[in-house]
Structure formats: C-alpha cells, structure tokens
C-alpha cells in the first residue's frame, strides 16, 4: 500500500512539475463552412489516405504545456463539407484502388489536402492554447495526375480563459473553421476550377 | 482542472515548493468544472454509405431520455461534468449528430414525410481508469411515415480508449471520445439495412 502511494505521488509531482501533452480535438464548427458563390459543375473526390488519419501531432501550449491532435481526422469532415458546398459531386477516396476506380468512372478532380499546424499560449498557468493556426494546402490534378491548381489558405483562431474553460479546444476549433471557409472561398473563386 | 503550477515555483523554498505542489495537486484531483460536449463532426464513412445507400430525404424529430436516465442531462467525468452542447440533455445531441449526417448526404429535409425520432437509453462514460477507459450508449430508433411505423429497434455500442493518471489527459479524452461513440452509434444504425429500406420510398 505504501509503495502505491509513493507512486501515486511521484506520478503526480511528474505530471505537474514536467507537463504533458493534453489531447484536444481540431473539429470544425460545420455550420460555419458555408458555399460563397454558385457550386461549380465539376465532380470531385477527397483523397485523404487512412495512414494520414492516424497521424497525430503534438505543438506548444500553456505553462510549459503541450497538447496533441489528429489534423486529418479532426478535419476531414470540414474538407468534405467544404467540397460539398463547392462542387456539383464529392465522393471520398481512401487507397490507390479508390483513385483507379475513380478515374475509370470518368471525369473528376481528386483533391489532395496538406495540413500543417501550430499552437502557442501567453498563459503560463493554464494549458489550453490561446492562438492556434492552421496552414491548409489542396492540391488540385486531373485524372491524368496533372495539378490543375494549388490553394492555400491559413486559418488563425484565438480564445481567452474566459472562453476556453467550457472548450479546451476553442482555438483549434476556430482556427479551423477559418481555414475552411477561406478554402470555400478561394475554391469558389478559382478561375482556373471554373474553367475544366 | 485546466490550472498549473507557474514555473517560478522552482524559486520557491523548499518546504514552500512541497506545500505549494500538494495545495497543486489536491486541487487537480479534487476541483469539478462542467464543460459542454464536443461539437459533433459526422463520420464520412457514414454520410458516404448514406449516398450511395438509396435512402430518401427525411426529418429528423425529437430524441427524447429515458425517464431517470443516469447520464441524460450530464456525465461525469471524474471531478468535471460534461453537458450536452445542444439542447437540454444528450437526446438532442444524439438528434443533432443525426441530423448532421444527413445534412452532409444532402438527405436532409425537414418537410419530409419521413420522421426519424427515438429515445436514448443509455448514456454512460467511465473516465477513472489508468489503463483504459469506455463508454456505451443506447438509443431506440423509430422511423415514421404517414403516422405508420416503418422501423423500430434498438441499437447499442461500447466503446473503449485508453485511460491515464493525470485528470488533465483523461477528462479532455473522455470528452474527445464522445463524439466518436455517437458516431459508431449512427454507423450501427446506418449499417442496418432495414432502417435503409425505411428511409426508401
């Protein structure tokens, strides 16, 4: 009993004198990815890899803190809502056979996403990060593979105490729901996606 | 418990140091805060089984609780709670998360005929554990047409996910994992096919 107590405690002093990585979610608020322009009449597919989902990222926090997510999870509904409000037809796309079967099924755009992200906090007596960003890059190719258009976008979100002690996810949730309807914007407004 | 020690502990004294981590830690074990649910993201696998599933367009109505239904209005999570994030109880999250999935199949209409409505009954996480944590819902499902019931069954899932030490890890990721269970939840339901030959005309 004494040597469970005496880990008990020193797991704890570790814990709060070294800091952790915290989980936190990066879930888009849906609702607020929303279609700026008419959709454009074009058939897309998501093509985020299973192997991509797993992925999970640790970044700065507060108080020495870290926290850590999975971006590709977290915001693969976001993306496909997106590309929802913005073309005719989406589908998902997991696997090469995915792409092959897509690509005989006639034409469509397959659109690759790149998530980078970083967090940081001012607090150093609370972990939840106050500033996060999402840097968020789709790759456009046709059914030949040939990159039609690349856009980027960066999301930012911010949250104070006040905001993020019911929500220890805020700043990721607002930073990538800024990601996304900037995307639906520079989507919408590519001449170039017009165009095909 | 969101607070942490500042670093400038480290120039405290000694004994200060000692008193001032277990004043630290006792909070961490002992304080409650109450945090609303995650927002709930719809799964794609399930909206994509929704497309291509033949289903037409319907409503979804209310999702009641079970009468003292232990976790309807709230969930312990250690010393926190979590509420649901919409409505008054988990009911109306469950029907919101429903109504998400359709929204994204563009199967989503509520002028519909068709009304998908049920009642939760169970709703429980368990976030004490080092190694591991779970939590299992259970919901009845009830598709109406025309006033004629069309489905009525029952769906449950379990879920598990591992457990930590530090209440700091484990509430946050018992919270994360709500999402996920009403997620497998509606995957259960999607993946009956008599609840799809419901939603067919």
Not at chain 1, 31 to 46: S, Y
Not at chain 1, 154 to 163: I, L, M, N
Not at chain 2, 108 to 118: E, L, M, R
């Amino acid at each position: 009993m004494k040597r469970f107590i005496q880990l008990i405690l020193a797991g704890l002093a570790c814990a709060v004198l070294f800091g952790c990585a915290h989980p936190i979610t990066m879930n888009p608020d849906l609702g607020a990815v929303k279609a700026v322009t008419a959709p454009i009449d074009q058939r897309v597919a998501l093509y985020i890899a299973e192997a991509s989902k797993s992925i999970e990222v640790t970044t700065s926090a507060g108080g020495g803190d870290k926290v850590r997510y999975f971006p590709y999870r977290d915001m693969e509904p976001g993306l496909y809502k997106a590309l929802s409000d913005t073309f005719r037809e989406v589908t998902m796309v997991r696997d090469l056979g995915g792409l092959d079967k897509l690509r005989t099924e006639g034409k469509a755009l397959l659109i690759t996403p790149t998530i980078t992200t970083q967090s940081s906090s001012e607090s150093i007596v609370t972990w939840p990060p106050t500033q996060f960003t999402v840097e968020l890059s789709c790759k456009v190719t046709d059914a030949a593979g040939k990159t039609i258009e690349t856009v980027n976008v960066s999301g930012q979100g911010r949250a104070t105490f006040d905001e993020f002690k019911g929500n220890f996810s805020l700043a990721a949730t607002r930073a990538s729901t800024d990601a996304l309807t900037k995307l639906v914007k520079a989507l919408g407004e590519s001449a170039l996606l017009r165009s095909q | 418990m969101i607070h942490r020690f500042s670093r400038s502990l480290i120039v405290l004294a000694p004994l200060r140091l000692v008193l001032s981590v277990t004043v630290a830690a006792t909070a961490v074990l002992l304080s409650g805060c109450a945090g609303p649910s995650p927002h709930y993201a719809p799964s794609i696998d399930n909206v994509e089984l929704l497309k291509k599933s033949g289903a037409q367009p319907a409503r979804v109505g209310a999702f009641d609780v079970a009468p003292g239904l232990p976790g309807a209005t709230a969930l312990s999570l250690r010393a926190n709670t979590m509420v649901s994030s919409v409505g008054g109880h988990f009911g109306d999250y469950l029907a919101t998360a429903l109504r998400s999935e359709l929204e994204l199949a563009r199967l989503y209409n509520p002028q519909s005929g068709t009304d998908v409505s049920g009642t939760l009954l169970k709703n429980n996480i368990d976030a004490g554990g080092l190694s591991t944590n779970n939590g299992q819902i259970e919901a009845r499902f009830v598709v109406r047409r025309g006033g004629q019931v069309r489905f009525d069954k029952n769906k449950a899932i379990a879920h598990e996910w591992p457990g930590a030490f530090m209440g700091a890890d484990a509430i946050p990721a018992a919270a994360n994992n709500y999402p996920v269970m009403v997620r497998k939840l509606i995957a259960a339901l999607i993946a009956d096919p008599e609840f799809i030959n419901a939603l067919k005309n």
